[in-house]
């Protein structure tokens, strides 16, 4: 027999929760009971569109009233805190969206008030879980390509995100803190820890507060020196958003995932190109369907930590050293200097 579906609740009803939703929807051993946000048309309109009754305008009162086995903070960043600390009190396992917090006094809080409370914490750190990046990693991990001694993770569009997100043009931070985060954290699963950084930062969409270029040289402790770089005033004939180009040169041969999603790896034997685009889901919509496959991949991936009792792979402890990177890149874009991201 197989066991009671998992039951969730979900607090932020916003642009990217609908994608949650889809996906929890897809997991047949996860069921979402209750629904929780302020805004009152955001609350009743994903209501209505999942079949979700049970609804809320305040947390504190949903984590109350519901018998829950996690809960989802799919809100923005001022929120995560109260938030994650909140599910912590109610020992209620807790998955948090990035990026986890605003600052590391913050992130550190949450994780400590998580291990205090013996409650799981992720953050939804989607992008190393797109199945193009996931076959990048399959191949490093066969070592067709020897040892890696160089790579590349690079982000660059010409996209208006701001239309879906209007949040991303006000803050004084930008690209690093939102888009960044992702690509650094992709280099982390390729290429392992980070243990120094030199970045350069740019700001040339003036509608903005923040910078929308970044360069960074990435020092990894497994000896691999990588370039992570994202912009978001890059207008190609031929957009790639929302997808991430990566190069890794090895000691015995190179991989290259190219725009389209051609995957290229070349070695003495010769060279082989793979089509690893990913499936387009039932309720996905092109150019997004990379990142909402790569949703159901986090979550299906938390499902299971949740019942083996695993820590998962983008736990509130690993994404500390991500966050590191994030601060490491502003302090060193302002210093111009080398930094060392465990002073983070
Ligand atoms: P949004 O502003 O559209 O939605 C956030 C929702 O949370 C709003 O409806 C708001 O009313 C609600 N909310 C905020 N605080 C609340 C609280 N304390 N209690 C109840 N409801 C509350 O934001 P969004 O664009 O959906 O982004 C949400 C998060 O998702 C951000 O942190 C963003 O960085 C992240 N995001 C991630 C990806 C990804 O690929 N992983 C993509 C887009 C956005």
Redesign the pocket.
């Known amino acids: 027999m197989s066991p009671a579906p998992l039951r969730g609740a979900l ?7 609908v994608n949650q939703l889809h996906a929890w929807r897809d997991l047949p051993d996860v069921e979402i009971v209750a629904l ?4 009152p048309a ?1 609350l009743a309109l994903l209501g209505d569109q999942f079949g979700i009754d049970r609804r809320y305008a305040d ?1 504190e009162a949903m984590l109350a009233a519901e018998a829950l086995d996690f809960v989802d903070v ?4 001022s ?1 995560h805190r109260p ?1 994650v600390e909140l599910a912590a009190r109610r020992r209620v396992p807790v998955i948090c ?3 986890f917090a605003a600052t590391m006094d913050d992130a550190r809080a949450m994780v400590a008030a998580c291990a205090e409370a013996g409650v799981p914490l992720m953050v ?1 750190e ?1 992008f190393r879980w797109q199945s193009p990046i996931q076959a990048v990693r399959a191949v490093l991990d066969r070592g067709d390509v020897g040892a890696p001694f160089w790579g590349r993770v690079s982000f660059r569009s010409g996209y208006d995100v701001f239309s879906g ?1 209007p ?1 991303l043009a006000e803050g004084s931070r930008f690209i690093v803190e ?1 888009l960044g985060i992702h690509s650094l954290d992709v280099a982390r699963h390729l290429f392992g820890d980070v243990t120094g950084l030199t970045a350069r930062t740019r700001r040339i969409n003036p509608r903005i507060k923040g910078e929308d270029v970044a360069t960074m040289l990435l020092d990894h402790a497994s000896g691999v020196t990588t370039i992570v770089d994202c912009s978001y005033a890059t207008k190609l004939a031929d957009d790639p958003f929302p997808q991430t180009i990566v190069e890794v040169d090895g000691a015995l041969g190179t991989i290259r995932l190219s725009a389209g999603y051609r995957l290229t790896v070349a070695t003495g034997a010769g060279a082989t190109e793979t089509d690893v685009s990913p499936p387009l889901l039932p309720w996905a919509s092109r150019p997004w369907h990379n ?1 909402q496959e790569s949703v159901l991949a986090i979550q299906r991936h938390w499902a299971e930590c949740l019942r083996q009792g695993r820590e998962p792979q983008t736990s509130g402890r690993d994404n500390l050293k991500t966050l590191a990177l994030v601060e490491a890149a502003y302090a060193g874009a302002a210093s111009r200097k080398p930094v060392d991201p465990e002073d983070f």
């Open positions: 607090i932020g009803c916003g642009f990217f929760a929780c946000d302020r805004d955001r947390a799919a809100t923005t960043v929120s938030l969206q990035k990026p939804h989607n997100q949040y939102d990142i």
